[in-house]
């Protein structure tokens, strides 16, 4: 299984260097993240794992913790490996 969220944790600690983050932090509720830094986060994971983020799955819920976008992603790209074979 491949982890997903070492990643996006690369990704979010690049933008807040001194932030120290578990993997279920919720980045909404410590202050960090705006909406501009949430369509970026959407872009990242589509750019990096080479998947499309569908609208029903762009939900702040989704986006909270590493922990979840790493679900995501996982989902998503089981989805599309299903699509393809």
Request: charged share 30%; aromatic share 10%.
């Amino acid at each position: 299984m491949t982890d997903f969220r070492a990643p996006v944790r690369d990704f979010i600690l690049a933008r807040f260097p001194n932030l120290e983050l578990a993997d279920d932090d919720d980045i909404f509720a410590l202050g960090f993240v705006n909406s501009l830094f949430a369509m970026e986060l959407v872009m990242f994971v589509e750019k990096t794992f080479g998947t499309k983020v569908p609208n029903n799955e762009i939900r702040l819920d989704n986006f909270r913790t590493v922990e979840r976008m790493g679900d995501l992603v996982a989902r998503i790209t089981a989805g599309d490996r299903a699509t393809v074979s």
